[in-house]
């Protein structure tokens, strides 16, 4: 059973910065594309950053310039790095992967709270 474990969540105040984790299985994300999604009270899960297998990210406008999303070498873990957050960013953050030979089986995380204060 592949499992997503998040960390890096917490308390930051406005302008500062997180790097939260996605530990997923050995090699898991050199074969299955990923990324990173947020929810905050009351709204839908968006979009954060995403990453393919091949290691092309792509991002949400709010995050360009700000936020920057990789891997590591032996792409057991990965990253979302988030540079001068804003109250607005504040949300459960949750990474997801999905197979690159089929779509329909895919993973998320349980979530990390971010918590921006002004």
């Known amino acids: 059973q592949v499992q997503l474990v998040e960390s890096g969540g917490g308390l930051v105040q406005s302008g500062g910065s997180l790097r939260l984790s996605c530990s997923g299985s050995?090699?898991?994300?050199?074969?299955?594309?990923a990324g990173w999604y947020r929810q905050a009270p009351g709204k839908q899960r968006e979009m954060v950053a995403t990453?393919?297998?091949?290691?092309?990210?792509d991002y949400a406008d709010f995050a360009k310039g700000r936020f920057a999303i990789s891997k590591t070498d032996d792409k057991n873990i990965m990253y979302l790095q988030m540079n001068s957050l804003k109250p607005d960013d504040t949300a459960v953050y949750f990474c997801?992967?999905?197979?690159?030979?089929?779509?329909?089986?895919?993973?998320w995380g349980q979530g990390t709270q971010v918590t921006v204060s002004s």
């Open positions: 997801n992967a999905y197979a690159i030979w089929d779509s329909s089986i895919g993973y």
């Open positions: 050995q090699h898991m994300f050199g074969i299955y594309h």
């Open positions: 990453i393919t297998s091949g290691d092309m990210a």
